[in-house]
């Protein structure tokens, strides 16, 4: 019996003994975990309990111009923080507070005075002022957080391009979030020793963690420059009561950014918030993210393709009858009446659809769409903003005839902006397409410049030669074409105008419009590209000869003028400087009768509709305009 004690007993002790052992390597375990695995968490919640750190945001990096000049900077704010428990006379204090942030003392009293609460936030968005003012009476229990607040110097200048930030200070649009990470810098804190109720320690020491300011952003935008481009569509959409407006001006051998300006517009510094759809729609850069049917200045295009494959001779002659029937389909010309027969270069200046849709079948649909690719017209362009959109283009496959011929002059396909803008910019530099860029570089005061941008030539599309023939061509548009309201004495411009009819729901929108004019200048060492649209300009004038033209030869006169550039006048333009004509009254004349009067008066005329008479002109009668202006007239 004794034996069989003896062994239970053995085996009993054996199991707590084991038992025992159990327990202590898992107490040992869990020490080494808190103490070797979890030691940084529990270090972490040790300093939150007995410290109370107050946050110092970093200042967000300033956004400035290639000269300087400053689109976008911070300036700092103070939130006020109140610790119950450590304050020494709760009236006192609130009558401080009060008179300082302009409140009501007993508002502020009941704010404060409330115990087993650690902290709270009385005032947030206190000047600098005011922070001093309730700082210098060394009040016990008061403490101030640091942050930085966005502001605009220039309200609603650039507002799609700069974009805007959200409330904890991170990049929402544009360039704010493009380069977020460069701007925003590293937020700092203040850290104080305090008991459990948040009483701050006999001895305490305050602990700074500075804050790392963000960086400056320096773009390739040129702040006068941009003036003259937002000019030109606030004064395009007040003229024609238009939907809207866009402009953009680019470097065409570089592709730097030098404006973007977009109406209707917001301003920055009271970001409409209540409204997110109706945000979502003003902050959106249209410049690279809509797409349009560009009409006639995509005829630049199909220029390049035609001169580039030799696609006619230069004595081919092209003849116009007012349409093609291509497929059995007929497509008019602008002209319905036609013009007759021209050469490659009258048909350019006269923008005749029939010559564009023969070259455009007569290449055919492979070449054509090898080379819209090459231009990038299906893809996105690679602009370092955020929201760019690629292009629309029929499926190959599945182009026909009629197609092609309608693509040749600018029908069924649809661009971005800046797309198109970055493709003729090929056409014309000798070539190259580029990269279309707005940052310039990032700069550091303590590091210097952390990023430099440059220009990135991505392919060559067509030879040097072809570019040199297109470039004499479009200056031919802008002399003795419909480019003549971009005309400016002394200085050489080539371009050519679009009007393009809108589509909704699938069908052609009546009266609805996007006019544009698409132009370039070289002068000295300097190259400018600018395409102007205006969307749904109102009443019978949408012709983009008319209503886009005149602002952007406005626009390259205040870019000649800023950078003092001498114009070099020819002997016609000498003898024509200043002289103005008064409008005749052509209403009712026979057309022929009318266009060869105003010819022999030094004017130009653009003849719209069909018919032998005039029943619509524009100036009207007893108008002052310049000698070599462009005369609109409606024969019916």
Known sequence: MSKITNSYLGKKIMVILLLVGFIFILLFGRLASLQIFMANEISAKGVSQWTRDLPMMASRGDITDRNGIVLADSRSVYTLY?????????????????????????????????????????????????MLSISSENLSGVYFGEESVRQYPYDDFMSQIIGFTNSDGNGQFGVEKSYDKYLRGIDGQILTETDIIGKELDGNITKYLPSIDGMTVNLTVDYNIQSFAEKAVNDAVTDFNAKGANCIVMNPRTGEIYAMAQTPSFDLNNVPRDDLNALFGMAKNQMISNVYEPGSTFKILTSAIALEENAFSSSHSFFCNGARIVDGQSIKCWRSIGHGSQTFAEGVNNSCNCVFMDIATKVGTNTVYEYLKKFGINSK???????????????QSNVKNVDIARIGFGQAIAVTPIS????????????????????????DENFGTVVQNSPVVKDRVISESTSNQLRELLYGVVEEGGGKHAYVPGFRIGGKT????????????????ISSFLGYTSVGDDDYICLMTVDEPQGYLYYGSLVAAPYVGELFTNIFAYKGYTPKYTDEELSSIGKIIQMPNILDMEASEAVKLLKNMGLHVEVVGEGDRVVKQFPNPGSDVKYNTVIYIEVG
């Open 82 to 130: 109140v610790r119950p428990n450590a304050l020494e006379d709760v009236n006192t204090t609130a009558r401080i507070i009060a008179a300082a942030v302009d409140s009501d003392y007993k508002t502020i009293l009941n704010k404060i005075d409330k115990k087993g609460v650690s902290e709270i936030t009385v005032r947030k968005k206190l000047s600098k002022n005011e």
């Open 381 to 395: 362009t690679g602009i370092d903003l955020v929201g760019e959109a690629s292009g629309l283009m029929l499926k």
């Open 420 to 443: 198109l803008l970055n493709a003729v910019s090929a056409c014309i530099n000798g070539g190259n397409l580029m990269t279309p860029y707005i940052l310039d570089s990032i700069t």
């Open 498 to 513: 679009g009007t393009a009819q809108k589509y909704e729901n699938g069908a052609i929108a009546r009266g609805k419009y």
